[in-house]
């Protein structure tokens, strides 16, 4: 199918049919899409074309960005060690799992375990803050603090992926100067500039938010990082201005979800390959098991001695137990620097995408807390 009008009309039904199940049966809407989009990338074929790359790429950083800007720095501060403690143990706890398990269990090499570890240590930022906002537990202390704790588990895993295989060159060195400065100024910027250019049908505001995620996007690039990294740290730093405007952080969100977001789910989803799923079943399983079974051994029992009740622990340690982001990302590294090969690539993918379904399915379904808004949101 080459008539780019009807990739992109394929696209939106597989993207309405994902929002109308949601509707039916309220499960996030980013979970439908991946779901839609493995079953159609493996029957009618989904068109990966240059666009929607770029367009799922967009909408990464677009939401991930959002996602910073929901961490509230007043719970944050209220709560900052609970958040910290979970977000370093939602780190470090599946990472020298899955680590020790591909190198021992599997005896896979020391660099190629390194990216299994590095790969399944994440915590979805994209889903979470998603299926937060679907539910309104943006809206709630409790899911600040989990965005938070997210925060703490992916920067670990970002660090840890440069750390271990950083390629260190003069455009790191600039890409992490300007990320530095930009977060600096922003916070005094950003209130001055929007307050004489804001409020127009031409929504300047946010056309200058996208100018300074794609400029951070562009020196990630030639860094060799990732663009979704300065676009939570931005958002992470403008989250007080956010907080005082909601419409702005509305007008964004419907960009978003309505159009970006499901390109990227249903690219993510796409991305299985039923023979491979067969074949690698049984890796496949292993691995998100022990992502699992480590997020819960180092993350319940935090929830119990920071005396969150036993519904909220348990939503608590599933939704950390999700991954996708940054998860495909150290993945598709590994493949791309050529330490792991298509097999070990697809079967640590799929394992990713799984952590993003497996959890957040049965955290929706069965442990869904009773969240009272805060005050000042309701």
Same mark, same amino acid.
Request: aromatic share 14%; proline share 4%; glycine share 8%.
């Given at each position: 199918?080459? *008539? ?12 309405? !049919? ?37 367009? $799922? ?9 959002? =996602? ?18 979970i977000g370093l143990m939602?780190?470090? =706890? ?17 660099p190629q375990a390194q ?7 994440? %915590? ?8 937060? !906002? ?5 809206? %709630? ?18 660090? $840890? ?7 260190? *060159? ?8 300007? %990320? ?9 910027? !950003? ?9 127009? =049908? ?28 300065? =676009? ?53 399983? $292993? ?29 608590? %340690? ?61």
């Amino acid at each position: 199918m080459e *008539n780019v009008w009807f990739q992109s009309a394929l696209w939106m039904v597989l993207a309405f !049919v994902a929002a109308m199940g949601s509707i039916l049966v309220p499960i996030s809407a980013a979970l439908y899409e991946i779901v839609i989009g493995a079953v159609a990338g493996n029957t009618i074929g989904l068109p990966l074309t240059p666009w929607i790359n770029y367009l $799922a790429g967009f909408g990464a950083i677009v939401l991930t960005f959002l =996602a910073g800007t929901e961490i509230d720095p007043h719970v944050v501060k209220k709560h900052f060690f609970s958040s910290v403690t979970i977000g370093l143990m939602g780190f470090f =706890a599946p990472y020298i799992g899955c680590l020790l398990f591909a190198r021992y269990g599997l005896g896979w090499p020391w660099p190629q375990a390194q990216i299994a570890g590095i790969a399944l240590s994440t %915590t979805s930022v994209a889903v979470v803050y998603a299926v937060m !906002v679907e539910t309104g537990y943006n809206k %709630t202390e409790l899911g600040k603090v989990i965005l938070a704790a997210c925060f703490i588990n992916d920067i670990g895993t970002v660090l $840890a992926l440069g750390l271990i295989f950083a390629n260190y *060159n003069l455009y790191l060195v600039l890409f992490a100067v300007v %990320t530095v400065a930009v977060m600096a100024v922003l916070p005094w910027i !950003v209130p001055w500039l929007f307050k004489r250019i804001g409020k127009r =049908a031409s929504e300047p505001e946010i056309k200058f938010l996208f100018v300074v995620l794609f400029v951070l996007g562009g020196l990630a690039n030639l860094g060799q990082s990732e663009a979704v990294l300065p =676009a939570y740290l931005i958002g992470m730093v403008l989250a007080p201005f956010f907080m005082a405007q909601k419409e702005l952080q509305r007008r964004m969100r419907a960009i978003c979800f309505a159009f970006l977001t499901p390109f990227y789910f249903l690219k993510a989803g796409s991305l299985i390959e039923a023979h491979a799923l067969i074949v690698g079943a049984g890796l496949i399983a $292993a691995f998100l098991a022990v992502k699992m079974v480590t997020k819960f051994v180092g993350i319940l029992p935090l929830t119990r001695y920071f005396k969150f009740d036993k519904r909220e622990g348990m939503y608590t %340690t599933l939704m950390m137990s999700t991954g996708l982001t940054f998860g495909s990302i150290s993945a598709l590294f590994g493949l791309t620097n050529h330490i792991i090969d298509q097999q070990q690539y697809t079967i640590l993918l799929t394992a990713v995408i799984g952590s993003a379904v497996v959890p957040t399915l049965i955290a929706q379904t069965w442990f869904r807390p009773h969240f009272e808004p805060l005050e000042e949101d309701a």
